[in-house]
């Protein structure tokens, strides 16, 4: 595998046809599963590193370049954006060995006119590379963040708006940071059998840690593909963060209760309320189309998960039969994905801000159609990915202006380190970084009548 062109090639077909290169990355790893493990880990980081830090790339090849990143042909655009990470953020790789690649590569690929411009661009990179001139923090500070993390300005201005510099460049910074992949097990497997699957894990080199504020959670890094790790054909476990797990137990969900999933797909969090609901108990799932209805049955089966119902609908209209039926209903709603932008790297360049007004109405949508479900006395837990207050605390606003429903206290179902002035009221907003999961936002909802 000739792991630049790979990724290059990867770039290209992402840009052409639309496609997440996180998805064709996979994708290209499962085909060269043959290949040394450097290789293959030469290629993930290098497409992720150039994705995750694709704005700083931008702007210092501008510094370089007489001609603008966005104006240059995409092949040569790819290219020097590849070079430009390993030059400024790969170590491993040699300054001189980026630049000849990179020719070799412009000419292989019939751009030999423009050879010596890549040469000339990257060689005026590695000359200023201890030496830009970054955006004054003081003069343009939302551009400063934007340059230095890569994040699109609107982003770092609602944030900035929202909750504040300290706090945005906290999770900005946290963002950066590679996450662990955070597992759980069944709630039936043995204390003996957890131990054995860990200590194999281990036998692999991966690094095994206890999530901090989520028992459930275990943490495992050096890990890339669990679907070979012992134990996941199984069933023994099932990969989830831990906020996810976080905002089952705040349902509280007991033995015998039927619960509803409204947008269940993959299936994790109906996976772990069917296992709090019991034989006794029941969870019907849905999702808006049989390609995602189908990763809940694939997962429900290696699980060995029998209460679980599972139905193709669209959640903005009102399912006949359900209308008080539920004693939980989770309503993890579509949303901007804003707190998971750690491990879904390219929803910072998709995303748009007149996105935002158009979930939240499809987020109420959903809720008018779906509140009757609940049954009087009954529970909504509101969930999302997102750190945005349109999508989070005003969703939740509508809802008890709406319906007939009340916020309760979450400092019963969660860990006391997470308790406040908020969970007190209901809401608990997890931002990216704070307790070693992605950004989430949960709310605890009961029926009044």
């Not at 990143?69 to 030059?87: D, G, N």
């Not at 300054?95 to 006119?113: I, N, P, T, Y």
């Not at 039927?258 to 797909?265: E, N, R, T, W």
Request: hydrophobic share 40%; with cysteine.
């Amino acid at each position: 595998m000739d792991v630049r062109q790979t990724a290059l090639e990867i770039f290209l077909e992402a840009e052409k046809t639309g496609a997440f290169a996180e998805n064709l990355l996979r994708g290209a790893l499962e085909k060269y599963d043959y290949v040394a493990p450097a290789q293959k880990a030469l290629l993930k980081r290098l497409t992720e590193e150039t994705l995750e830090r694709l704005l700083t790339l931008d702007f210092c090849l501008d510094s370089v370049s007489s001609v603008k990143v966005e104006r240059m042909k995409p092949l040569i655009r790819w290219l020097l954006r590849l070079s430009a990470c390993q030059i400024l953020f790969l170590e491993s790789v040699p300054d001189h060995a980026a630049c000849s690649e990179a020719v070799r590569l412009a000419k292989q690929k019939g751009f030999a006119r423009l050879s010596g411009f890549v040469n000339g661009v990257l060689r005026g990179l590695i000359r200023k590379k201890d030496g830009f001139v970054w955006p004054d923090a003081d003069k343009e500070p939302v551009k400063a963040l934007s340059v230095a993390y890569s994040m699109p300005e609107w982003i770092v201005s609602l944030w900035e708006g929202q909750y504040g510099r300290e706090r945005t460049e906290s999770m900005l910074k946290a963002l950066l940071i590679p996450r662990p992949v955070t597992v759980r097990f069944r709630t039936d497997v043995s204390q003996s059998l957890i131990r054995e699957t860990l200590e194999r894990f281990r036998e692999r080199g991966i690094a095994v840690g206890r999530h901090p504020v989520c028992p459930k959670a275990w943490t495992l890094r050096g890990c890339d593909g669990v679907a070979s790790l012992p134990g996941f054909p199984e069933g023994l476990f099932y990969v989830q963060d831990a906020s996810s797990m976080l905002a089952v137990e705040a349902a509280g969900i007991s033995p015998g209760m039927k619960v509803i999933d409204l947008c269940a797909a993959p299936g994790g969090k109906a996976l772990l309320a069917a296992e709090k609901a019991g034989e006794t108990g029941s969870v019907l799932a849905g999702d808006v189309s049989e390609r995602k209805t189908a990763l809940i049955w694939e997962n429900a089966s290696r699980m060995g998960c029998k209460n679980l119902e599972i139905r193709v609908w669209d959640a903005r209209r009102a399912q006949p039969g359900l209308a008080g039926s539920a004693d939980v209903v989770l309503a993890d709603l579509p949303c901007s994905g804003l707190g998971v932008l750690g491990r879904k790297k390219e929803i910072r360049y998709r995303v748009k801000p007149e996105d935002l007004d158009s979930l939240q109405r499809l987020q109420r949508e959903i809720l008018a159609a779906s509140a009757d479900y609940v049954k009087p006395g009954g529970v909504l837990l509101y969930s999302t990915c997102t750190v945005n207050r349109g999508e989070n605390e005003e969703t939740v606003r509508f809802l008890t202006e709406e319906f007939p429903f009340e916020t309760e206290s979450l400092d019963p179902f969660l860990p006391e380190c997470l308790h406040g002035r908020e969970t007190r009221e209901g809401t608990r907003q997890l931002f990216c970084g704070e307790f070693d999961t992605d950004g989430f936002f949960m709310a605890r909802l009961r029926r009044k009548r």
